[in-house]
């Protein structure tokens, strides 16, 4: 996996664990404007970043467009990444 791989794959979990942890905020205060705001910044976020990673490192979801064969399944599973240490 390239370090530019690795950065994106990084960004895009952060960005998908911030996108989840608002939408559980937003489960029990769904009149709050601001955090609504911010759920769509994070969810334009994490579509942008998904597309630009799928273009250049083929699909990081089961349910995305693949080109032959299969490409799904060519990418390590996120427990076979050696992620860098803190």
Same mark, same amino acid.
Request: charged letters at 25%; proline letters at 8%; a negative charge.
């Given at each position: 996996?390239?370090? +530019?791989?690795?950065?994106? *794959?990084?960004? %895009?979990?952060?960005?998908?664990?911030? %996108?989840?942890?608002? $939408? *559980?905020? %937003?489960? &029990? !205060?769904? @009149?709050?404007?601001?955090? *609504?705001?911010? !759920? +769509? $910044?994070?969810? *334009?976020?994490?579509?942008?970043?998904?597309?630009?990673?799928?273009?250049?490192?083929?699909?990081?979801?089961? &349910?995305?467009?693949?080109? #032959?064969?299969?490409? #799904? =399944? @060519?990418?390590?599973?996120?427990?076979? =990444?050696? #992620?860098?240490?803190?």
């Amino acid at each position: 996996m390239s370090p +530019n791989q690795m950065k994106m *794959l990084k960004e %895009l979990m952060e960005i998908s664990f911030c %996108l989840l942890d608002i $939408t *559980l905020f %937003l489960d &029990t !205060h769904p @009149n709050d404007e601001k955090a *609504l705001r911010l !759920h +769509n $910044t994070f969810a *334009l976020q994490c579509q942008e970043l998904e597309k630009q990673y799928s273009m250049e490192y083929g699909p990081i979801k089961s &349910t995305s467009l693949s080109k #032959y064969p299969w490409e #799904y =399944i @060519n990418e390590p599973w996120p427990w076979e =990444i050696d #992620y860098p240490k803190c």
